[in-house]
């Protein structure tokens, strides 16, 4: 008899096991589904009102039309998506896991011997997919969005130049500016442009008239002038005087290799090494021109002064390309921190819904928002700023996300204690 009383618990729980487990699967695919529904339903909505703001700047700053803005939504998606997306996981964690706390479901849990761990440990799942596809929507971002708004300006500059021309007698771009008195039809009168030439000084044309006509197969766009007078912008250069009809062009991609140095964080993360390589190179160039400068003026074989304007702009393009070098090595670590904030910003936002129990999801959100705002993205900045500065390495860009990681976890060793 005794025996078999000492027996019973243990076939009991041997009986119970299945039960519980099945049980715990059906309550962390509920769990799963309900954050789904929100998560997704939320990231639609957000997604799209971030698509209007952008689409609005693109449009006021470009002066794009509506057949040009329409060829944008594309490139401008994977913007929109890697900034809505952080926001909207915190959003849908408050709301799911606010509402199971508020209706003692947990309580239930915790009554059947089960650990809350069980409920968290979906919302956490979800969030880790979301970071890995939040990194790469950076990446795209970065590397294939920006170039594809860059080429559909391109492609669209006559009619976006003329159609600001007409309006405000007035257009700017990278690469070019104008001024005219009036357009009649194609033909601007009395046009003053001005041409950028990378670093080089920009070259200053007037005309009595001309006309626009984009090539996009060179990429490049063709100026015909009447009567045109073309003079360094300064005035202290060359100039010459062309009477008739004189035809010049100008590029709307700068190609020039300091052009390519500017713009070396723009790559995608397999593109940066490779990048970072020819940055260390070009600023090691400009580390043996200053040495060969100071040795010079030392031996006095070619006397220098302090103020030569070779060493000041050795030392100058030795300090700028430090800064890009800093910025390289900070890019990869910044664009993997931004994504992971999904995952971080679920570990805050699960256990504060949680100790919170509060159905009304918006205090929810809004609580754990705060530390968010007031933490995260401070300390975030502030590593950017810092790395790209070189004062700090640049893992000191996931501070920010470290922070929020303690404070998740002793959050979430309270609720599994108590």
Partial sequence: MIHQATQRPTLVAAHMAPCRAEFMGIFQRYILWELAKVFFLTLGILTLLMMFVGL????IREGLGIGPLLKTVPYLLPDALRFSMPGTMLFAVCTVYGRVSALNELTALKSAGISPSVAILPGLMLAFVASVMAVWLNDVAVSWGEAGVRRVVIESIEEIAYGMLRTKRA??????????????GHTLIRPEIL????????????????????DNRLDRLIVTLTDSRIQTASGGGQWFEHPGTMRTSISLVDD????ELDNSYRGSLGELPGKQRMMTGYQ???ARSIAFLGVCDALTIH?????????????????WSQTQLHRLYAEPYRRW???????FFAMLGIPLAI?????????????AFLPVLLLYYPLLAMGIDRTKAGAWYPISVWLGNVVLLLIGLWLTRKILRY
Avoid at 56 to 59: C, D, H, L, S
Avoid at 256 to 259: A, G, L, Y
């Fill in 195 to 214: 041409i950028s030439k990378g670093r080089s000084e920009p070259i200053s044309i007037s005309a009595a008239s001309a006309e626009l006509t984009a």
């Fill in 303 to 319: 006397p220098t002064h302090p103020t030569d304007p070779r060493m000041d702009e050795a030392l100058k393009q030795h300090h």
């Fill in 256 to 259: 020039s290799p300091d052009n």
């Fill in 337 to 343: 921190a931004n994504g992971f904030s999904c995952l």
């Fill in 355 to 367: 100790r919170q129990r509060n159905t009304d999801f918006v205090s929810s959100f809004f609580s």
């Fill in 171 to 184: 257009f700017n771009s990278e690469r070019f500016s104008v001024l005219v008195k009036d357009v009649e």
């Fill in 56 to 59: 609005g700047e693109q449009a």
């Fill in 284 to 286: 090691r160039d400009m």
